[in-house]
């Protein structure tokens, strides 16, 4: 793979950041939810945004 230039490593960690803050908020919520429909909805929200997470650390090997 060819190397990043400054501003697409800068972008890159930009998102990996975000996702991150998104799978704790959402994790958060799924923990605080009483219904279970809901509590799922956040917990595969949280997967999802650890998922995209790892895939864009990918990037940085």
């Known amino acids: 793979m060819?190397?990043?230039?400054?501003?697409?490593?800068?972008?890159?960690?930009?998102?990996?950041?975000?996702?991150?803050?998104?799978?704790?908020?959402?994790?958060?919520?799924a923990q605080q939810a009483t219904d279970p429909e809901i509590k799922q909805f956040f917990s595969d929200g949280a997967q999802d945004a650890m998922k995209t997470k790892q895939q864009l650390l990918g990037f940085l090997n």
């Open 2 to 29: 060819s190397q990043l230039n400054q501003v697409e490593l800068q972008n890159l960690r930009h998102l990996i950041g975000a996702h991150e803050t998104a799978h704790q908020k959402l994790q958060a919520y």
